[in-house]
Nanobody, 126 residues
Framework: QLVESGGGLVQNGGSLRLSCAAS????????VGWFRQGGGKEREFVAA????????RYADSVKGRFTISRDNAKNTANLQMSSLKPQDTAVYYC?????????????????????WGQGTQVTVSS
């Protein structure tokens, strides 16, 4: 089970930190991704991190503004969001999946993930 938290209302240029808490004992074997969906659009990739952390990947739209991290000892993954823009407004979802092909593997497609959280709303006002 994945549970997101940390969403809310923030002004243009502000920051938020999203957290994803996972239950279970195998979190360290799971790759994690953050996705978002807003404004009638399809769910889109935001950031991903490999099971042990060193591998990360970002969507071009958030590169340099968002940072994904994880703490396997605490079964959590985080998304630090800075310089937020109104177009970042969306429901943000945490997702996880077993790692294949090595501990540096990251995944960017919605269909590649088996486990999803319920989402947390992020609204950036102009």
């Amino acid at each position: 089970q994945l549970v997101e938290s940390g969403g809310g209302l923030v002004q243009n240029g502000g920051s938020l930190r999203l957290s994803c808490a996972a239950s279970g004992r195998n979190f360290g074997s799971l790759a994690v991704g953050w996705f978002r969906q807003g404004g009638g659009k399809e769910r889109e990739f935001v950031a991903a991190i490999s099971s042990l952390g060193p591998g990360t990947r970002y969507a071009d739209s958030v590169k340099g503004r968002f940072t994904i991290s994880r703490d396997n000892a605490k079964n959590t993954a985080n998304l630090q969001m800075s310089s937020l823009k109104p177009q970042d407004t969306a429901v943000y979802y945490c997702a996880a999946r077993p790692t294949l092909g090595g501990t540096l593997s990251t995944y960017t497609d919605v269909s590649e993930y088996a486990y999803w959280g319920q989402g947390t709303q992020v609204t950036v006002s102009s």
